[in-house]
């Protein structure tokens, strides 16, 4: 009896206790944002995707102090895979027969970069399997210069470059945007 008087007792006592508070995790250590990368910098947006065309926007960023002049079409030297093996690809201006896509064959201008400012280029290319005997192939890292004598960038696009087996693909001059 004394046993089971002892255990109600520190029963009791135990269900009146309050749980003592965790501490709190420490808070992140200040961050400061990190600068862009210095010199002419390649990203990519979005893929626009259509009835198994495809058109990846290519943009490029002054981030020099000085103003850029560019003339031509982003170099795109080499279709890696995930291995970053390259692809065998032939890579054309202008829509390079891939599909008729109004102002893709317009061609280049001199255009003037500000710093900070931005030019914008777009690959083309259709994800189409025509033949069964070869596999259908997946870029996912691009290599490219914004023009033939700059040092080139590797880009990964979002969700990759779907070429099927065609492996044909096109590139727009570059231009800027107007509002």
């Known amino acids: 009896m004394r ?12 269900a009146c206790t309050t749980p003592q508070p965790q501490p709190l995790p420490p808070l992140p250590p200040s961050t ?12 990519l947006g979005a893929t626009d995707a259509a009835m198994g ?21 982003p170099d795109i030297r080499r279709v890696l895979d995930t291995n970053l093996a390259p692809i065998e690809t032939t890579i054309g201006h202008g829509t390079n027969g891939v599909a008729v896509v109004d102002s893709f064959d317009t061609p280049p201008h001199p255009v003037t970069l500000q710093p900070g400012g931005t030019a914008h280029a777009a690959l083309l290319w259709r994800n189409r399997v025509t033949e069964t005997d070869r596999k259908a192939t997946l870029g996912a890292y691009l290599v490219i210069a914004p023009t033939p ?12 470059v779907d070429l099927g087996n065609t492996t044909t693909l096109g590139v727009s001059a570059w231009k800027t945007r107007t509002p």
């Open 3 to 14: 046993l089971l008087t002892t255990l109600t007792a520190l029963l009791t006592l135990t």
């Open 32 to 43: 400061t944002p990190t600068p862009p990368p210095p010199g002419l910098v390649i990203t």
């Open 53 to 73: 065309l495809r058109s990846l926007d290519i943009q490029l960023t002054n981030n020099t102090g000085a103003p850029a002049q560019i003339n031509g079409y």
């Open 149 to 160: 004598d700059a040092a080139p960038q590797t880009v990964e696009p979002h969700g990759g």
